[in-house]
């Protein structure tokens, strides 16, 4: 047997890594996903009051702060029993909307767009955002960094700080926005619209516009029939902050819909024994292995996931591409991979037009910013869609409010055993017998788990890192008969 | 003094991470103390675009990150360039870009670079576990680790 190993950072220690085995015919016999956990996060939280956990939480991960920030502010509410007023919860979403804006920009431009617009199996010393910009423009990679930083300004005007957020309190927001304040929002949020728009439009030209990458999306190893999930709004729209959590099956058929106190009703999490981190799957549906289908237990909870378990976006020009991007891939819902970063900027569009809806909303500068704690804390649970999944976070706290317990469940573990079954899905196809493994394929390969924009921060508790990758090929004896480093 | 004549000194790293935290620890500290005006000072969590928009404007920038090398001994400062940089805990960001393609797009882009990036890599233990305490073996280093760091700090002049 030969053993494929791509690991992302060989020199350091705790980093995760991708393992492919090889039957003796050359095919691929086996795929292991795996990342280690961080410990101790439970007990750091225990002892502590429940309102710290919503700061506390932000240093999990670098990468999206905002998101445990409101998931932690939504279940530290629940905790209390107590709904924040009308103009905390817009507050919050604006916020919300911004942080989302920041992230996709990076997604598309950063680690989708090389490998679309330089190309999947261009020179790795080309295949980046330098790459992307020398194809597409010098202008559009400053427009780049400049809405990145108008969207971090606005969590900074709102959150207090752009990473370190200290916005949400039990029962509200600590500050509001004034009327000049909000004027600059919407300007700026009138920037994002613009922008989100062009970079559909870029995405349409470069890649819908190219028929090898069509090809690829729709026909390349690249698609995974599993059940689909997403918060939606009260119409069954996707909603990022609030609503209710649905999941569709593999033909779109509402499995079923649960408010954050019913998720352990419907979520349950397989463990394996070569894997730190956990496998959820769907209760009703039980887990049956890392197998696609209508009876499978798997789902994703991904952007493309989030549009399949929606009946539509809640703003104009989201909706009309959603529709557009559905009708082009032959209906709802699609099981396409790589359509994700198609899904991502439909969202990037929905982030920033609900950011400028929300911003115009004559209550986003109310003065009721708090709704008072009358009652005893006790357990609660807030979910929110991350960029990378719905995210969980569950606390319980004895009378006085003191953490006793903490659970939670982050997007990108949502997808574990989806990324692990993409990744074996692309590896059988790129490698049969007498491939010659290259670079440009050790890319394809991780084409497949770059769509699910996993971030391990979160799932592992651990930090941000680059992807450095090593492929090391080893005979039956596991000797190495070849090494391809990449970083 | 204006943003063009000053040094930014950058911790980097996860201050609830046991010694992960060592570069904002260390920020944090010397920020109570009387440095010259020469210096501004800032923390941070991941490196790739959010740094390069951080870093833009200054003169100089000192990154203080935490690495962990094969057989490293616990508290020692590597005193690396971008020219001969090796990946730090930080600099690196998964989610977007590494630190030296950061640096490239701020180039390419025409963004006010700093002059001159120094990185300060200190070799840490432990940045697996939580806790807001070191390791034992950097918690009895730290004071030297700092005073290192003061004096290599001090040797930067206007």
Not at chain 1, 378 to 395: D, K
Not at chain 2, 95 to 116: R, S, T, V, W
């Amino acid at each position: 047997m030969r053993r494929i190993t791509i690991d992302p950072i060989t020199r350091l220690e705790g980093h995760g890594k991708i393992e492919i085995f090889l039957k003796d015919d050359g095919g691929v016999e086996n795929v292991y996903f795996q990342v280690p956990e961080l410990r101790g996060f439970e007990q750091f939280c225990v002892g502590r009051p429940v309102e710290e956990l919503s700061q506390i939480v932000t240093k999990i991960c670098g990468v999206c702060p905002g998101c445990h920030h409101m998931a932690s502010g939504k279940a530290a509410d629940a905790v209390y029993g107590v709904e924040p007023p009308p103009t905390a919860k817009k507050l919050r979403e604006l916020f919300y909307m911004a942080h989302f804006v920041h992230s996709h920009i990076a997604h598309f431009y950063a680690l989708a767009a090389p490998d679309f617009v330089v190309g999947p199996t261009a020179d790795p010393s080309v295949r980046n955002i330098i790459g992307v910009i020398e194809k597409v423009g010098i202008p559009i990679g400053s427009e780049v960094i400049k809405q990145r930083r108008i969207a971090q300004e606005i969590q900074a005007l709102l959150g207090g700080h752009q990473t370190h957020v200290v916005m949400n309190i039990p029962g509200g927001v600590r500050k509001g926005l004034t009327a000049e304040e909000r004027d600059d929002v919407v300007k700026k949020a009138e920037g994002f619209v613009d922008f989100g728009k062009f970079s559909m439009n870029l995405f349409k030209d470069v890649v819908l516009g190219n028929k090898t990458y069509v090809d690829i999306i729709l026909n390349g190893p690249y698609a995974l029939k599993i059940h689909s999930m997403g918060l939606v709004d009260n119409n069954n729209h996707v909603n990022f902050y609030d609503g209710k959590v649905r999941v569709v099956d593999t033909e779109g058929k509402e499995l079923f819909k649960y408010g954050p106190n019913e998720y352990l009703n419907y979520v349950a999490e397989h463990v394996e024994p070569w894997s730190y981190l956990k496998f959820p799957y769907l209760k009703t549906k039980g887990w049956k292995g890392f197998v696609e289908g209508q009876e499978s237990g798997v789902y994703h909870a991904t952007p493309l996931s989030r549009l399949n378990a929606s009946d539509g976006m809640a703003t104009p020009i989201a909706q009309e591409e959603y529709e557009f991007m559905y009708k082009t891939l032959g209906g709802k819902p699609v099981h396409n991979t790589l359509a994700m970063h198609w899904a991502r900027l439909v969202e990037l569009i929905y982030s920033a037009e609900r950011c400028l809806e929300l911003a115009k909303d004559p209550e986003i500068i109310g003065k009721d910013l708090r709704a008072p704690l009358d009652n005893v804390p006790s357990v609660g649970v807030g979910i929110v869609e991350a960029q990378r999944g719905t995210l969980t976070h569950h606390y319980w706290t004895d009378e006085k409010g003191i953490v006793t317990k903490v659970n939670i469940i982050v997007g990108t573990t949502n997808n574990n055993a989806p990324i692990c079954m993409s990744i074996k899905k692309a590896a059988e196809g790129l490698i049969t017998k007498d491939t010659e493994i290259t670079e440009g394929i050790l890319n394809m390969i991780e084409m497949a788990f770059r769509a699910y924009d996993p971030c391990f921060s979160c799932a592992t508790h651990s930090l941000p890192r680059q992807m450095r990758m090593e492929l090391v090929l080893k005979d039956s004896e596991g000797k190495t008969i070849r090494s391809i480093k990449r970083s | 003094m204006s943003l063009k004549q000053k040094v930014l000194v950058l911790g980097i790293g996860n201050d609830i991470l046991t010694d992960d935290g060592i570069g904002p620890r260390i920020v944090q500290q010397l920020e109570k103390e009387k440095l010259p005006s020469l210096f501004a000072f800032q923390t941070a969590t991941v490196g790739g675009l959010e740094i390069l928009e951080m870093v833009t404007g200054f003169r100089e920038i000192v990154f203080i990150d935490a690495i962990k090398t094969r057989d490293g001994i616990p508290g020692s400062i590597y005193y690396l360039t971008p020219e001969n940089f090796r990946e730090t805990l930080h600099l690196t960001n998964l989610h977007d870009i590494n630190f030296l393609n950061a640096l490239k797009l701020g180039e390419k882009l025409g963004m006010e670079l700093p002059e001159k990036i120094r990185i300060l890599a200190i070799e840490i233990v432990e940045d697996m576990e939580f806790s807001e305490q070191f390791s034992p073996s950097i918690r009895e280093k730290f004071p030297e680790i700092l005073e290192e760091v003061r004096e290599y700090l001090s040797r930067i002049s206007d």
